[in-house]
């Protein structure tokens, strides 16, 4: 890999000093992104789990799981730049070793594709009152939601196992 000069290999230089030399630290950016994590990725399941349950016939419940999704939302997003924020310290930790990962890159494309299912899961919501094909497009799009989540903590847990 090339070297990076300049203020910000600078920046990375210090900061991976920094961090390497206070456990304290450590520990807080590592509690940032588990906690976004489970926060975060915790509310997003638990609605999407709920509306994976709900049947065209359950109509009178739409509603509510509407405005459910809606206030997980605002939750999901905070967990979401918990983990951006913590994410970019941690890899900046170690920059070149993540920078060669293959599974740092996998866990990268998982998360655009959880970011991106996250705006369709948005828009389906919103579509998907009285609609019984815009609800199945919602509980398509949970379900993802639900699949990306665990796949990008199965990642994050390998990656400093593997590489």
Not at 32 to 54: K, Q, Y
Request: some cysteine; hydrophobic content about 55%; proline content about 4%.
């Amino acid at each position: 890999m090339q070297t990076m000069t300049g203020p910000l290999s600078r920046a990375v230089d210090w900061w991976t000093t920094v961090y390497s030399n206070h456990a304290t630290l450590r520990t807080v950016v590592a509690f940032a992104h588990v906690g976004g994590l489970v926060g975060g990725g915790g509310c997003a399941i638990a609605a999407d789990r709920a509306t994976l349950l709900l049947t065209p016939q359950d109509r009178p419940q739409w509603d509510a799981q509407f405005a459910t999704i809606r206030r997980a939302h605002r939750i999901v997003v905070l967990g979401l730049v918990l983990l951006f924020l913590s994410g970019v310290l941690l890899a900046a930790a170690d920059l070149p070793t993540y920078m060669e990962s293959r599974v740092f890159w996998i866990k990268m494309a998982l998360v655009a594709a959880l970011l991106g299912n996250g705006t369709v899961l948005v828009r389906a919501e919103r579509q998907a009152p009285g609609h019984a094909a815009g609800l199945r497009r919602l509980q398509l799009a949970s379900a993802l939601s639900i699949a990306l989540w665990f796949l990008t903590t199965l990642l994050g847990t390998a990656l400093p196992n593997v590489g």
